[in-house]
Structure formats: structure tokens, C-alpha cells
């Protein structure tokens, strides 16, 4: 296989990898028995995992989940009593920042552990500020969030974004609207907003940010909308909507799920990032995208290459295609049955397993330094995905293989090459004069100077 490199030809400066605490911080954020590997609290351990960039894949982002308050109150309907969420308020007003410890525990040693970038995100306004006093909606698609109560939604998360930025915690964002176009009637918190609800929540929050100094290092992301396909342009004039939010933002987020397939012509996952970046060229030139939220939707705990391919060619797709200058995992860890997070917990004996997907995570997080560029790579098999970038005179280099076949490729001297496959776990493989294999179903990285290609 031969590799053609044109360091000429750059696209998007890269900032990082990242995943939210929701669901599962609140719970692991009390494990402080030791983990007999590490020697570590268990808690502490899984943060190193996540965010350490020696002893862990080093991701950049933490997500932290600004709850609605339905775990004290009880109210709604939520099957899993993970899924509900506590507030800081007593009364309007009126905070106690003990409350929420154990996720409010792993988001402070999660930037101790390097995470230097936080995501303050809400899925549904405070209960009491909702048209139903509920976390969900009561009628599907129907906005939940009375136009009177903006500012009290706005003053609430502003509040308690200055108390944690007033203790130095690295909170740059602010999301206020998580996944607006769903219906959201129940199983979690969540808020249904229309474009013209959503722009105009994003406005007061602007305007009353304006008006905080502390908080003018701290700026506004949206609207995540929550399907690849479906109204990712209407939300996102709504964002440029208004002249003070243009100034608050520094991107479009949005997230990179792809429901109930179709594989037929025109309707690929892949054709909608391409239509929506040529649309973003066009009507918004400069305007960054970040893919803040994509899980592998499906049942059944994979712990294995099958799960991690899939997510490996999701992020090659995002970043090659949509240009995203950054990648975000849903949640980092998780207690279901189900094909999601990077690591799988056990509460029953409060115990934690890795999987394939965490160490695939690895091979992008782990070696892709913020700030490096993506420039063109284009390998002359077809089979195989790459994805190049440079800072400085280093190059860091991605191949995945899904296929059952190996690969041959004459590395640069002095490469180094990291891989993740059914055998292997970010180990580094030996390269035999010269010539690098790329195992069946596999994700690599390659690291060396430019000069020596």
C-alpha cells in the first residue's frame, strides 16, 4: 500500500476529544473503595483512565450535566433512577453547591487528571421554571420552557457557572439546549424547543452574559441537535440568529447520530455531512463545527473490535468530512446493557471493565496534540481510512483497517507505530525494515517527523 502525503493542502486545526459525566458521574463519583490494581479509589482511577494523558487515553473535554432537580423532587417518569439529575437551588435564588457531590467529585478530578476544557450542558430547564413543573415535556414536541422564564433559566446556570469558574475550574462553554428537536416526553430529562425558541433562549443567555465580567472567558455552544439528517440547518440559522450570540459562539455543535439507517443513494450518513458542510461553506464561511455528542446505538455490551470499528469510522467520517474540530463521546462510562460509553460499570459489586472502544478512543486522543492540523492523506487502498495530521514538525498519522486482510505499508525511519486490534491495546508493534503491518480489523497510529518521509 502506498500513502500520498500533501502537507500542502490543510483543512481544520484539531483541539480534541471528549465525553459528559452524565448518568454515570453521580454514582461513580462515590466509589472510593481501592481499586486492587492501581491501588487507586476506584473513582479516581476511571478519571485517570479518561482523562491522563500518560496513564490514560488523555481526553481534553468534560462534559458536566446541569441537572433540572427531578432526582430531589421525584417527579416525572424515569424508568432508571440513574437518568435523573439533581440542581443546586434550595429556593429561587438560593444555592448549595455540596448537592450533586459525587458528579460535582469526578468533574474537579477529571481536570486535575488534564481535562482543560468543561461543557457545562442542560438537558431541561430547572423544574420549576417548566410550563408541566416536570424535567420532560408532557406533549411531544411541544416547548416546555415559557418565554417568561428565560431569565431565570439564564440567571440560575449563569450563577452556578460563575461559582465554579470562581474556583478555577476551566469552564468554557456553556450549552443551555441539548438535542432540541426531539419530543422528549419522559425516560430523562430533556427539552423540546423549536428553532425560533431555541434562538431565542440563546439571545437572553447572551445578553444577560454580557452583563458578567467573571464570565467573559466562558462562551455559548448550541444547539446539538440530535440527528445527523433531520433540521440541522434550521437550528443552526436559529444560532446565527441573533447578532449577540454570533459574538458568543466560536462554533456550531452538533451531534453525529445517524438513526434508522438507509443505505440507498443520497440518503448515506455520509451524503448528509458532505450537503451540510457545502452548506455551512456557503452561508457561514469560517463557522467551526464541533461534534459534541455520538454514541453507538445499539443493544448489548460489545466489548469488542466490532463496536470500535464503528466508532472509529464515525470519527474518521466527522472529521474528514464534516471538518469537526472536535469529537465527543456521549457518556464516558456506562451501567446498561447497551453499546455505549468507553468503559462499563457493574453496580451490583461496583466493579468496572474496559473495552475496545476506549482504547481505539485512545489511538485518536492520546497522540492528536491540540492544535494540530489536518492535511490530505490519501492511502491507494480503498479499504483502508486515513486521517493526517501535523504540528510543528511532528505527524501523527491514523489507519483503520476493517477489513480481514492485512496491510502492508512502508513506514517512515524512526516511525512508531501504536495499535489497537483484537489482540492488541494501543500496544506498540514493532515496524521490520521498514515495512508496517495494519492487522485485520484494526485502528493505528503512527508517529514521526516530517522530515523523515
Not at 53 to 80: P, V
Not at 419 to 435: F, H
Amino acid at each position: 500500500m502506498k500513502i500520498t502525503f500533501r502537507y500542502d493542502k490543510e483543512y481544520q486545526t484539531f483541539e480534541g476529544f471528549g465525553a459528559s459525566g452524565a448518568w454515570w458521574a453521580q454514582e461513580v463519583g462515590g466509589w472510593d473503595h481501592i481499586d486492587p490494581l492501581s491501588g487507586r479509589p476506584v473513582r479516581d482511577r476511571i478519571s485517570q483512565l479518561l482523562y491522563d494523558k500518560t496513564e490514560g487515553i488523555g481526553l481534553r473535554t468534560y462534559r458536566y450535566n446541569l441537572g433540572a432537580g427531578s432526582k430531589e423532587s421525584g417527579k416525572g417518569k424515569f424508568q432508571n433512577p440513574l437518568r435523573r439529575a439533581e440542581c443546586f437551588e434550595t429556593a429561587p435564588g438560593v444555592y448549595d453547591f455540596n448537592k450533586d457531590k459525587n458528579a460535582v467529585y469526578l468533574l474537579r478530578q477529571a481536570v486535575k487528571d488534564g481535562a482543560d476544557e468543561v461543557v457545562f450542558f442542560v438537558n431541561s430547564p430547572l423544574e420549576r421554571l417548566t410550563k408541566n413543573g416536570l424535567a420532560h415535556c408532557s406533549k411531544a414536541f411541544r416547548d416546555n420552557l415559557p418565554k417568561e422564564s428565560d431569565k431565570a433559566f439564564a440567571a440560575y446556570v449563569l450563577d452556578v457557572t460563575e461559582h465554579f469558574v470562581g474556583e478555577g475550574l476551566p469552564i468554557r462553554y456553556i450549552s443551555p439546549i441539548n438535542e432540541p428537536l426531539w419530543k422528549w416526553t419522559g425516560a430523562q430529562e430533556g427539552c423540546h424547543y423549536s428553532p425560533r425558541s431555541a434562538a431565542r433562549v440563546m439571545k437572553v443567555f447572551a445578553d444577560e452574559m454580557a452583563k458578567r465580567p467573571a464570565l467573559d472567558g466562558v462562551r455559548l455552544s448550541g444547539l446539538e441537535n440530535g440527528d445527523i439528517r433531520w433540521f440541522n440547518r434550521s437550528y443552526t440559522r436559529a444560532l446565527m440568529r441573533f447578532k449577540s450570540v454570533r459574538e458568543r459562539i466560536d462554533s456550531v455543535d452538533v451531534h453525529s447520530y445517524f438513526l434508522n439507517p438507509v443505505d440507498l443513494p443520497f440518503l448515506r450518513r455520509t451524503d448528509y455531512l458532505k450537503r451540510y458542510r457545502r452548506w455551512l461553506n456557503r452561508r457561514y464561511p469560517g463557522l467551526a463545527v464541533k461534534m459534541s455528542e455520538w454514541t453507538h446505538m445499539q443493544g448489548g455490551r460489545d466489548k469488542g473490535m466490532d463496536s470500535a470499528l464503528v466508532m472509529a469510522k464515525t470519527m474518521f467520517e466527522d472529521i474528514s468530512l464534516l471538518n469537526v474540530t472536535s469529537w465527543q463521546h456521549w457518556i464516558a462510562v456506562s451501567e446498561v446493557d447497551y453499546c455505549d460509553g468507553l468503559i462499563y460499570i457493574n453496580l451490583d459489586d461496583k466493579t468496572f471493565e474496559m473495552t475496545k472502544r476506549y482504547y481505539a478512543t485512545g489511538n485518536f486522543s492520546k497522540y492528536i496534540p491540540c492544535g494540530a492540523v489536518r492535511f490530505d492523506v490519501r492511502p491507494d487502498d480503498k479499504d483502508v481510512m486515513a486521517l493526517g495530521f501535523q504540528k510543528d514538525s511532528r505527524i501523527t498519522l491514523i489507519l483503520i483497517n476493517e477489513t480481514d486482510e492485512p496491510k502492508e505499508w512502508q513506514a517512515p525511519e524512526n516511525a512508531v507505530q501504536i495499535v489497537t486490534s483484537e489482540t492488541d491495546e494501543l500496544a506498540r508493534q514493532p515496524i521490520e525494515n521498514g515495512k508496517a503491518i495494519i492487522k485485520p480489523k484494526s485502528v493505528n497510529t503512527f508517529i514521526f517527523e516530517r522530515e523523515s518521509i
